[in-house]
Nanobody, 124 residues
Framework: QVQLVESGGGLVQAGGSLRLSCAAS????????TAWFRQPPGKEREFVAA????????IYGSSVKGRFTASRDNAKNTVFLQMNSLEPEDTAVYYC?????????????????WGQGTQVTVSS
């Protein structure tokens, strides 16, 4: 079974950029659809982006469209989230998720596997 480990979070000023990575191990990563979610303090988990297993199709949440870019490198078993023009409202714990069978979904309930999360804090 695939295990996911996020990295790349940190503290950044508004308008800055960060690149998150999610490294997968223990399975056939290229068989899994993957996604990024985030959970701001005191709020529910929110959809950020989802990537088809081949990387050929990507969808984004409305709050990040045009600022964030998701990608994956199946040869390196890694998923990325490039975040530009960051805003204080982007402050959250960011999670990587994966699933074999549910395709591109914006619902966290459709993903069986989750990483531990990485904190992103954007200061104003």
């Amino acid at each position: 079974q695939v295990q996911l480990v996020e990295s790349g979070g940190g503290l950044v000023q508004a308008g800055g950029s960060l690149r998150l990575s999610c490294a997968a191990s223990g399975g056939t990563f290229s068989s899994y659809h993957t996604a990024w979610f985030r959970q701001p303090p005191g709020k529910e988990r929110e959809f950020v982006a989802a990537i088809w297993r081949t990387g050929g199709r990507i969808i984004y949440g409305s709050s990040v469209k045009g600022r964030f870019t998701a990608s994956r490198d199946n040869a390196k078993n890694t998923v990325f989230l490039q975040m530009n023009s960051l805003e204080p409202e982007d402050t959250a714990v960011y999670y990587c998720a994966a699933d074999l069978s549910n395709g591109l979904s914006s619902s966290p309930y459709d993903y069986a596997l989750w990483g531990q999360g990485t904190q992103v804090t954007v200061s104003s």
